[in-house]
């Protein structure tokens, strides 16, 4: 599961970034992003959603937001 299917107000654990791109990776990893942390998805939006991480709130795009297991 990813976090395009995610409920919205509901907290999930990232089980794992599904991505080839070190770029990406590294992008996600500097917003707090990687396996054990908690994410919940405050809303979805018609290109993407906004997740909390930690104590910061992000817009991340479709492409961000399927890589993103829980």
């Not at 018609?46 to 909390?52: A, D, E, F, H, R």
Request: charged share 25%.
């Amino acid at each position: 599961m990813n976090l395009t299917t995610a409920k919205e107000g509901e907290e999930y654990t990232i089980r794992g970034i599904a991505t080839e791109d070190e770029e990406m990776d590294a992008f996600l990893f500097s917003l707090g992003c990687y396996s054990g942390e908690p994410i919940t998805v405050i809303s979805h939006l018609k290109g993407g959603c906004v997740v909390s991480i930690k104590d910061g709130r992000y817009t991340i795009d479709n492409l961000l937001a399927e890589a993103i297991m829980i």
